[in-house]
Nanobody, 123 residues
Framework: QVQPVESGGGLVQAGGSLRLSCTPS????????VGWFRQVPGKEREFVAA???????GYAESVKGRFTISRDNAKDTVYLQMNVLKPEDTAVYYC?????????????????WGQGTQVTVSS
């Protein structure tokens, strides 16, 4: 089992920054793509960003240019750097692992999910 654990969420003012971290509990992320999804009140969960095992990133159009996903395989950690945060970024952010080296934007392609971390952006 690969159980992702998220950290780094919190309350921030609009225009501020946060960095989320995701580490596995149990087996490692070795050989796996990792994605970030978010769920906002009254809406379905949506894709945010993902990164391949080799470090190639992909982003949702709504966060492109503001968020950066990266990974440090030596530390077995995936990061999501969030800059120029907006109130509409408020959500619970989930980290998930996919069994495969390339990323997917489909949540059904991910087999292990974290419990989520709350990000709240005030106006």
């Amino acid at each position: 089992q690969v159980q992702p654990v998220e950290s780094g969420g919190g309350l921030v003012q609009a225009g501020g920054s946060l960095r989320l971290s995701c580490t596995p509990s149990g087996r490692t992320f070795s050989g796996s793509a990792v994605g970030w999804f978010r769920q906002v009140p009254g809406k379905e969960r949506e894709f945010v960003a993902a990164i391949t095992w080799y470090g190639t990133p992909g982003y949702a159009e709504s966060v492109k240019g503001r968020f950066t996903i990266s990974r440090d395989n030596a530390k077995d950690t995936v990061y999501l750097q969030m800059n120029v945060l907006k109130p509409e970024d408020t959500a619970v952010y989930y980290c998930a692992r996919r069994r495969g080296t390339v990323f997917s934007r489909r949540e059904n392609d991910y087999d292990y999910w974290g419990q989520g971390t709350q990000v709240t952006v005030s106006s």
